[in-house]
């Protein structure tokens, strides 16, 4: 694999938060909204987001997400 594959790139690591925290909060919108048969597919995707998370939680546990280690501790 290419060296650049093992770089941290902050502004990649906080867009997946951001994708994530949007993806939850429109899942949670869908699911309160929504009609009762499209409850299937509203948490198939709020799941998604909730792996996003996990995602993101695994990569701190590992030191890859971010370059301040602060930032994974918390």
């Not at 909060?25 to 998604?48: F, H, R, S, V």
């Amino acid at each position: 694999l290419p060296k650049k594959v093992f770089e941290i790139d902050d502004i990649k690591a906080w867009r997946s938060v951001l994708v994530s925290v949007v993806s939850y909060a429109l899942g949670l919108l869908i699911i309160a909204k929504a009609p009762w048969y499209l409850l299937p597919i509203a948490w198939a995707w709020t799941g998604t987001a909730v792996t996003g998370f996990f995602v993101i939680g695994h990569d701190c546990a590992h030191r890859s997400f971010s370059k301040n280690k602060l930032v994974e501790d918390i």
